[in-house]
């Protein structure tokens, strides 16, 4: 089975920089999503990582260490509507198709 | 990037009765997931949608629950049977077949 690890809630002022981390237990491991998700909407994808790593997409960043089962999704310079619920998903590939398991997800609020 | 589409966007449905839930991708692809996310919690793997041959459900849903269709390499739908107020959560298809695991737009199901 998978135990996918997040916290469940984190805080954060507008401009500031925030860390959400995400430990995972698998096997067959072959990849890890992070998404995004506002209230009452659908996922939206931000980032997978296969090998470790800091991958950089404008203001988030998104970190994988495969020997830790440990990733992270860094925000930078946070926006209020950076608020909204982040999902750490790790994937199995099975015959072409990659499924995953999502973590609870981490609900994260930016204010003023 | 894909472009996936689902119909109803929500509902409101009453205890006993059924819903089938459409989605529509734009382009060919094997396999689709099914996934339901229930108020407040992360996404949940019901099943997978295969072309030409019966869905493989996970742990927990059974067809006659959940029964899926999927008559071509576009579509698929999925229908809540016999619902109970506890079906109550957003159903969402995907398309595994490629990294990002693009999402639909989702089905808010409420059941009285």
């Known amino acids: 089975g998978q135990n996918i690890d997040q916290p ?13 981390n995400c430990t995972y237990q698998t096997s067959g491991f072959n990849g890890l999503f992070w998404y995004q998700q506002h209230a009452g909407e659908a996922p939206t994808f931000l980032s997978y990582n296969v090998l470790d790593g800091l991958e950089e997409k404008g203001r988030f960043s ?41 973590g609870r997800g981490t609900s994260l609020i930016v204010h003023p | 990037s894909a472009v996936i589409s689902q119909k109803p966007s929500r509902d409101i449905c009453q205890r006993g009765t059924s819903l089938t839930i459409q989605c529509q991708v734009d382009s060919q692809v094997t396999m689709m997931f099914w996934y339901r996310q ?25 067809i006659d629950k959940f029964p899926i269709s999927r008559p071509n390499l576009t579509f698929s739908t999925l229908t809540v049977s016999n619902m109970s107020p506890e079906d109550s959560s957003i159903y969402l298809c995907s398309d595994p ?16």
């Open chain 1, 8 to 20: 469940t809630e984190m805080t954060a002022t507008e401009g500031a920089i925030v860390q959400i």
């Open chain 1, 62 to 102: 998104s970190f994988l260490s495969r020997s830790k089962g440990y990733s992270y999704l860094l925000l930078k310079e946070l926006q209020m509507k950076d608020s909204a619920s982040y999902l750490c998903a790790v994937t199995q590939s099975s015959g072409g198709s990659y499924i995953p398991t999502f």
């Open chain 2, 38 to 62: 229930q108020p407040g919690q992360s996404l949940t793997l019901i099943a997978t949608a295969n072309q030409g041959s019966e869905a493989t459900y996970e742990s927990g849903f059974v």
């Open chain 2, 97 to 112: 077949t490629r990294e990002t695991q693009y999402f639909g737009p989702g089905t808010r199901l409420l059941v009285l």
